[in-house]
């Protein structure tokens, strides 16, 4: 996947290249990151990149020409000689869609992509309504700029790029992959402050595990996510389980 930012700060994105999981899967170019910095197309004498919102109002807007040829700079540099298809344009926004488990598992199979990060009060609407093909957002509150928010998009793509994690299959048990919040974890100690480990992880009984942990997956989404029980089309052994886990509850 190779992503092109717009960004007025591309340092900022060594959170991601500089550490962990995700700093690992850029050095092995699993995604690669180009940035694009709205200021070095601005060719005024101060490279100027913030103007007042007309009607006034209280702070400033980024301006619309270096951010525009910044966009262009980025889609331009994602296609390649045999390849015609243009890149979609992203704004990170909190007035765009959610962004959740299906939107990311939409995301992560394109080949590449645009996110535009807003500063200040955000960006003039007729960039958006030319330039911008979606709007996401990673909830209903306000950033001081839109970094933080690609950041997050960035990494939860990396995380179901194969050969990202130490095992592939650790995505797909996380949280959301299956519509429900994953169950407990445990490691040694065995006994903690008194409290120990349930006995059922350490029997051996794989098939006991196996139901135990699909259990607690869904006690946990009933206490904390009820939605979730609503949304998700529960199979037959999700729907006996819960069932023995409510009359647990009442008995």
């Known amino acids: ?18 550490w962990g999981v995700s700093g690992r899967a850029i050095k092995q170019e699993l995604v690669t990151l180009g940035f694009f910095n709205p200021r ?16 006034g109002g209280p702070g400033m ?23 015609n298809k243009k890149a979609k344009v992203a704004y990170l926004s909190p007035q765009g869609k959610p962004i959740d488990h299906s939107v990311i598992m939409e995301l992560v199979d ?17 960039v958006i ?13 306000v950033l001081s700029g839109g970094e933080l928010a690609a950041m997050a ?24 992959s299956n519509g429900l919040l994953h169950c407990p974890e445990y490691t040694r100690p065995q006994e903690f402050n008194e409290s120990k480990v349930p006995s059922v992880l350490l029997s051996g009984d794989h098939k006991a595990i196996k139901n135990w942990r ?3 997956s869904l006690i946990a989404t009933l206490r904390k996510r009820p939605d979730l029980i609503d949304e998700k089309n529960l199979n037959q052994e999700e729907k006996t389980l819960l069932k023995e886990c409510i009359d647990e509850s009442r008995s």
């Open 61 to 83: 807007l980024m301006k619309t020409e270096p951010l525009i040829a910044a966009i262009h700079a980025a889609k331009k540099s994602l296609i390649s000689d045999s390849d």
């Open 1 to 18: 996947m190779r992503l092109g930012v717009v960004t007025l700060f591309p340092e900022m994105f060594t959170a991601l290249s500089a």
């Open 129 to 141: 309504e030319h330039e911008i093909d979606e709007e996401w957002s990673i909830g209903s509150f």
């Open 214 to 216: 699909i259990k607690q």
């Open 153 to 176: 998009l960035i990494d939860a793509m990396i995380r179901f790029k194969p050969g990202a994690l130490g095992d592939d299959d650790s995505a797909n048990q996380d949280s959301y």
């Open 110 to 126: 394109r080949d590449s992509m645009v996110l535009v990060c807003g500063r200040y009060q955000g960006i003039d609407e007729r």
């Open 40 to 55: 070095e197309f601005a060719f005024d004498k101060h490279h100027t990149v913030d103007d007042k919102p007309f009607g």
